[in-house]
């Protein structure tokens, strides 16, 4: 939990980027409307957190109460206690793949402080819109228009449209990656290349037995990097030295560690973007002799505990057949429900079932 002054800072060049629309909406439903429970809601890396807490800055002085920000990235035990003067409750990070656990502590929190606001922010629309906002934004992946407008007036024609299109590419529709090109190509305008090597070569974490933990001042190059081959790689390595560390990741770090894993199996793997289309998170291609294979790969970052449903499984057999790909495969770091398990021995030689054990006996063969 923080207060108001410890989770905004001076956002400097990070503003323009924002969706200034999405911006006044939320300032009007917050700060003019004073609407109780309001929801952002997004993939991730489109810009939800620099959303609310760019408003925030910029209309400080319209906050009548002190504002408490609170992570959800874990499973809840309970939510802390909020202070008596705090105004609003804002609950970020809600993009954890165990999001229903987090109903009971909202709705009770809601049920508790009547007289606060309450903004939510995440990757579930649906499970936001069971607590009835008043205003729901919903934040859209920065797309290759915006990223080349933005790019373009910092380069300034120093650059060729080959290596714009490389920086393009490199962003991908991560608003985060998009800020740190901004803040290096700022401070030294033209160089491109020097931008993308400084981000490329600024992460740096370390391994403990609890997991993937990182220096404080050095978290954020870990999230807004997490699409950098080097940085997977580095993830795999640790993943491969302690498996558990896996759910520490989020589910795309998680895509991510499975394709370069893949591609150390021998796989060319292209990784999609991060939307929820259902059936494929990873495209694989195999070579041979015989000709060439095409899986589709869906990835399930879940808690030990919760297993994948047959609902799924069946979600990826049907892109499958509808792509007329060779097979599926569907990786997750938990297990199979009794029935996913049963449906997939009809598909022996279309669909391959991997859980948490087997993952970990791929890791091994990846070394």
Known sequence: MASIDSVLSPLGEDLPLLHLSEMEHLREAMLTRRERVVAISGDNATGKTLLWRTMLERHREDLVGGV???SCRHT??????????TALIVLDDLDNESIESWFGPIATLLHQHPEKQVLLVGCYPEFFERFGPSTHIRMATLDDLHVRRTLSKLLSGGSTATELRRAVDYCRGDIRLLRALVRELSANPGDL??????????????LSSGGLLLPDRKREWLEFTSHIQTVNGQLLRSVQKNPNAIFDLTSRQFEEVTGELLEKLGY??????AT??????LILASHSNVGQFVYYVE???YAPERPVGVHLVRELVGAIYADRVTAGIMVTSSYFSPDAVSYSQQLKHQLTLVDFLRLKAWLKDAH
């Open 276 to 281: 929820r289309d259902g059936g494929k998170d």
């Open 299 to 301: 990835c399930k970052r």
């Open 193 to 206: 290349h020097g931008a993308l090597q400084t981000i490329s070569s600024g992460v740096e974490y370390a």
């Open 76 to 85: 809840p035990r309970s939510l802390p206690r909020i202070a008596g003067d």
């Open 268 to 273: 060319k793997v292209e990784l999609t973007k």
């Open 68 to 70: 408490e920000a609170i």
